[in-house]
């Protein structure tokens, strides 16, 4: 893993507020191989869309560091940061509030490449239509506004505005979960499709581990701006090792009514802290079934559980054997 294409080491996005910290992002260690797609899971208010907009620079990180292509981009400034933006891009979760109202369809996808000089000018006209018809938008609507386009025909929009720039590695924050789900399935369709055909590198945010299942060789899962599980993708599915991950695999609704009936469903008690104020310890105790006065007290590190398998509790092996 030293050659990954990006790196984040201790990685801390905190917010001073009147009454104290926000630890969005509180110690987030990752590596991301080239060609690999991690899935990023957990509930909303986790960190999740901090730590990417954090890894882009739309966020100033508070500690660590991150390492893209070999640039420290936590330590980038002004030019140095803009030349390598364009190899990192995001998809944010609401296409219409990340379009310009003002701006049409192939001025949105024109003006990153021209501005970056990834296409020429003259050049331009004939890219656009390019990406257009690689994300599914006929070249008729090219001179139309977003307000006249449907959630999914906006969300394909960034991705071609994405996409303009040629990133390698391009972060997905909730890319479908603004979307009716008859139209989920396209845009998550098309994300494989196009990750295959410009080989990037992606992360893909969700709160729903079932979106990042197929799609992702390894999941992530976070909570409260930590990582506390990590490992291949069918592992974490199929074998998820800390109970909060465990609680997110067993809310996933099954095709099959008869197992859907017979499952037990783990239900977590009371909401997820403030991370304006966490909980000394394991940050999950206080809603977890498995916890002891010990884990009030400790802080557990992932510690591995399998191959490339990793989860934060100290409870692992109580867990494990069922108890």
Request: charged share 25%; aromatic share 4%.
């Amino acid at each position: 893993m030293s050659n990954a294409l990006l790196r984040m080491d201790a990685l801390k996005t905190h917010f001073p507020v009147r009454h104290g910290v926000v630890k969005a992002v509180d110690g987030v260690t990752l590596r991301l191989e080239a060609g690999e797609t991690l899935g990023l899971v957990g509930e909303s208010g986790c960190g999740k869309s901090t730590l990417a907009r954090t890894v882009v620079r739309l966020e100033r990180p508070t500690a660590g560091s991150i390492v893209f292509e070999g640039a420290r981009l936590d330590q980038l400034e002004g030019e140095a940061l803009r030349r390598v933006r364009p190899r990192l891009q995001m998809i944010f979760q609401d296409p219409y509030a990340s379009l310009n109202p003002r701006r049409t369809v192939f001025d949105a996808i024109a003006e990153p490449m021209v501005a970056h000089r990834i296409t020429p000018r003259r050049e331009a006209a004939a890219a656009v239509f390019a990406l257009m018809e690689q994300v599914g938008l006929a070249r008729r609507y090219a001179r139309k506004y977003p307000h006249e386009f449907s959630g999914g025909q906006r969300q394909r929009i960034a991705i071609a505005r994405a996409l303009s720039l040629r990133p390698r590695l391009l972060l997905a924050d909730e890319p479908v979960s603004a979307l009716d789900v008859s139209v989920q399935a396209q845009i998550l369709n098309l994300l494989m499709r196009l990750r295959a055909e410009y080989n990037l590198s992606m992360v893909l945010i969700s709160h729903d581990l079932a979106v990042v299942r197929h799609m992702a060789r390894r999941i992530a899962v976070m909570y409260l701006g930590k990582i506390v599980e990590i490992g291949p993708a069918d592992e974490v599915f199929h074998r998820p090792r800390h109970p909060y991950s465990r609680a997110l695999v067993s809310a996933i609704p099954l095709v099959d009514a008869d197992t859907e009936q017979r499952r037990t469903r783990i239900m977590l008690a009371g909401d997820p802290p403030s991370p304006l104020n966490p909980p000394q310890g394991c940050a999950f105790h206080p809603r977890c079934p498995y916890a002891t006065a010990e884990c009030a007290q400790t802080l557990p590190a992932l510690q591995a559980c399998g191959a490339e398998h990793k989860a934060a509790c100290i409870r692992l092996d109580a867990i494990g054997n069922g108890s």
